[in-house]
Each structure stands twice: as structure tokens, then as C-alpha cells.
């Protein structure tokens, strides 16, 4: 796999090889000791899968305090642009943000690590979207963050007629209100 460091720091693009042949595809998705030597020891402790259609927009969500966590995700149909927002205050990049377009076809891999909000965006009919995760699922310290703040500026690349969104995700806060991470 190739690991690509992001503009961000805590923020990979992960490259997997893919061995084609008239059968189809095989690669390796994951694979811990490699994973550790390039981005550093995390845990991941339960996968998570979601199908979405064309427009829907998830996040930008984040876990509050100890509950934060670590993501590694990967779309297995379809395409997205994903993207994380750097909540750290004490980092050179905060309220900065990185994407990435995640697709079936790329096979590419996003690392996140603690301290980001995270959102996709569905740029195709339909996309299945899963990921690893670092910490249980904690309702009491959800936390969503605006898609459209102007502070963070994300420049998602369809109509905002066009996006769908959860009534938790349409009453987010706006950056300047939300709870940062140290």
C-alpha cells in the first residue's frame, strides 16, 4: 500500500495494490502491522457500513472528548468526496480541511485520526461507504458541525438544492460554536 500524507497532519490518503485479471480484483484492505509501521498503533474496535443514494451528504460529525475517535474509510460502491476538518486548536491546521473523492474505481483509503469532524458526500447514484472505527459509538457525545459554515469554506461540487440531509445534520452548529479538542 502506498500511504500519503495529507496536508493535514493526522490525515492519510492510503493507496491500496489492486492485482486485476480477467476474474476481477483482489486486494488487501487492511492490514494491521503495515498500517502501524506508516500511521502508528490504533485499535480499531468495530466496522461500520453505510448505502446512501446520490446527494446525501453525512456530517460533518464528530465524538466529543474521550469518546473522540479514529476513522478509516473506504467506499466499496459507487463515489464520494470525503472530508475532514482539523478540530484541534493546538494544531497549525486548525479549522483547515482536507478531501479526498473516494470511488469504487480508486479503491483509495482515508485514515482520520481523532481530533477531525468527518462528512462524505454522494456523487453517484448510489454508494456503499464503510469504515473502521477506533472507539464505540457514544450518542451522548455526538457532536455535527454546519456543512456549509463560511468559516471552513468546503467547496462541495453539487447544487445545495440537490443535497439531502438528516434533520440532525440541517440543525448542526457553525464552527465558531462548536467544542474543539485540545
Given at each position: 500500500m502506498n500511504y500519503i500524507q495529507t496536508e493535514v497532519n493526522g490525515v492519510w490518503v492510503i493507496e491500496p495494490?489492486?492485482?486485476?485479471?480477467?476474474?476481477?480484483?483482489?486486494?488487501?484492505a487492511f492490514k494491521e502491522e503495515e498500517f502501524n509501521a506508516n500511521i502508528g498503533d490504533v485499535h480499531f474496535v468495530q466496522d461500520n457500513e453505510s448505502k446512501s443514494s446520490f446527494g446525501v451528504l453525512r456530517g460533518l460529525h464528530y465524538q466529543r472528548g474521550e469518546y473522540?475517535?479514529?476513522?478509516?474509510?473506504r467506499v466499496i460502491k459507487g463515489r464520494v468526496l470525503d472530508v475532514a476538518v482539523d478540530l484541534r486548536?493546538?494544531?497549525?491546521?486548525?479549522?483547515?480541511?482536507?478531501s479526498v473523492e473516494l470511488s469504487e474505481d480508486n479503491?483509495?483509503?482515508?485514515?482520520?485520526?481523532?481530533g477531525?469532524?468527518?462528512?462524505?458526500?454522494?456523487?453517484?447514484?448510489?454508494?456503499?461507504f464503510t469504515y473502521k472505527v477506533d472507539n464505540?459509538?457514544?450518542?451522548?457525545?455526538?457532536?455535527?458541525?454546519?456543512y456549509d459554515?463560511?468559516?471552513i469554506a468546503i467547496n462541495w461540487p453539487i447544487a445545495k438544492?440537490?443535497?439531502?440531509?438528516?434533520?440532525?445534520?440541517?440543525?448542526a452548529v457553525l464552527f465558531k460554536d462548536a467544542e474543539y479538542f485540545e
Open positions: 495494490k489492486v492485482f486485476c485479471d480477467e476474474r476481477g480484483y483482489f486486494m488487501e473522540s475517535q479514529s476513522k478509516l474509510v486548536q493546538s494544531s497549525s491546521t486548525f479549522g483547515k480541511y482536507v479503491k483509495r483509503q482515508f485514515f482520520i485520526s481523532r477531525f469532524a468527518h462528512g462524505f458526500l454522494v456523487l453517484s447514484d448510489e454508494a456503499v464505540a459509538y457514544a450518542p451522548q457525545a455526538e457532536a455535527s458541525i454546519c459554515d463560511e468559516m438544492e440537490q443535497l439531502v440531509l438528516s434533520n440532525k445534520d440541517k440543525k
